[in-house]
């Protein structure tokens, strides 16, 4: 397995909190940016809220039973390639989220943010990327956690593919639920608050999502053009500063900027601020 390396001193504090519903959201999403951060020696904390045990057994038949303990080993040595602590947490049903009392899923999230203090937050846009009930149920417990416990200066971004990118994937790696159909989305340039260069962390991420080998199938789709155009750039858009008023938004200027730069432009008024 590919072995993290730290390129600078810890900063001890600084830390990125990282919100999703199943192992390998995480990976797909954000794991050349927690990488490339934890690289800097930012502390990288994960949350996982599912064990995936819904999950494709595609590779692995008659692994349903044990599917769950599988996913949860994956995602530890996900977190090792990436530089991750995956925090311990209350563990609810996979594909119940968005049945479950919204705040019987807020409470654990809050909990972890009025303990660690995140300087940021991320977690999925209001679309969930694929449309999937769980992951827009995660989008609105972290929020709603967000506002509810983290400190004035806090920043909460919503990680997102970017619908150029999406656009010219070859494979949509379209899915379903049930009677749900699932695919990718994105969001438009103007939306986007920061994009993270990850050419340096790319090969950390593909390395993370390929521990989660009982989903391997999932991602089988993408060809190596694919492969190549989501190795450039991770995209976020700032939904909130902690403190400020709750219906602003952060109109986006300087789309290559980094998650803490884009955070401090805002706190400065540099940034573009509409209600």
């Given at each position: 397995?590919?072995a993290?390396?730290r390129?600078?001193?810890?900063?001890?504090n600084?830390?990125i909190?990282?919100?999703?519903a199943?192992?390998?959201?995480?990976?797909?999403?954000v794991g050349?940016t927690?990488a490339h951060?934890a690289r800097q020696?930012i502390?990288i904390?994960l949350?996982?809220?599912?064990?995936?045990e819904?999950?494709?057994?595609?590779?692995l038949?008659?692994?349903e039973k044990?599917?769950?303990r599988?996913?949860?080993?994956?995602?530890?040595?996900?977190c090792?390639?990436?530089?991750a602590?995956?925090?311990p947490t209350?563990?609810?049903?996979?594909g119940?989220?968005a049945?479950i009392g919204?705040e019987?899923?807020v409470r654990?999230?809050?909990k972890l943010i009025?303990?660690?203090?995140?300087?940021?937050?991320?977690?999925?846009?209001?679309?969930?990327?694929?449309?999937h009930?769980?992951?827009?149920?995660i989008h609105?417990?972290t929020t709603r956690a967000?506002?509810?416990?983290?400190?004035p200066?806090k920043a909460?971004?919503?990680?997102s593919?970017a619908a150029?990118?999406?656009d010219?994937?070859?494979?949509?790696?379209d899915g379903?639920l049930?009677d749900l159909?699932?695919?990718l989305?994105?969001?438009?340039t103007?939306q986007i608050?920061a994009a993270?260069d990850i050419?340096?962390?790319?090969h950390l991420?593909w390395?993370?999502?390929?521990c989660?080998?009982?989903?391997?199938?999932?991602?089988?789709?993408?060809?190596q053009?694919?492969v190549?155009?989501?190795?450039h750039?991770e995209?976020?858009r700032?939904a909130?500063i902690?403190g400020?008023?709750?219906?602003?938004?952060?109109?986006?200027?300087?789309?290559?900027a980094?998650?803490?730069?884009?955070?401090?432009?805002?706190k400065k008024?540099?940034l573009?601020?509409?209600?």
């Amino acid at each position: 397995m590919l072995a993290f390396k730290r390129v600078s001193r810890p900063k001890e504090n600084r830390t990125i909190m990282a919100v999703f519903a199943h192992p390998d959201d995480e990976a797909f999403l954000v794991g050349g940016t927690l990488a490339h951060y934890a690289r800097q020696g930012i502390n990288i904390d994960l949350v996982c809220l599912t064990r995936g045990e819904k999950g494709s057994t595609e590779k692995l038949p008659g692994a349903e039973k044990n599917l769950a303990r599988l996913r949860q080993s994956e995602l530890e040595k996900c977190c090792k390639v990436l530089g991750a602590r995956l925090l311990p947490t209350q563990i609810f049903p996979d594909g119940k989220l968005a049945e479950i009392g919204s705040e019987r899923l807020v409470r654990p999230i809050e909990k972890l943010i009025k303990t660690r203090q995140p300087d940021i937050v991320l977690t999925f846009g209001p679309d969930g990327l694929t449309g999937h009930p769980d992951h827009i149920a995660i989008h609105h417990a972290t929020t709603r956690a967000f506002q509810k416990a983290a400190q004035p200066g806090k920043a909460l971004f919503y990680a997102s593919l970017a619908a150029y990118h999406v656009d010219r994937l070859s494979n949509r790696l379209d899915g379903s639920l049930g009677d749900l159909p699932l695919r990718l989305t994105g969001i438009e340039t103007s939306q986007i608050s920061a994009a993270i260069d990850i050419r340096h962390t790319s090969h950390l991420k593909w390395a993370a999502l390929n521990c989660h080998r009982t989903q391997s199938s999932n991602f089988a789709g993408l060809n190596q053009a694919d492969v190549l155009l989501l190795s450039h750039l991770e995209h976020f858009r700032l939904a909130r500063i902690a403190g400020l008023h709750p219906g602003l938004t952060f109109a986006p200027r300087q789309v290559q900027a980094g998650l803490f730069e884009v955070l401090d432009l805002a706190k400065k008024g540099y940034l573009e601020i509409a209600s």
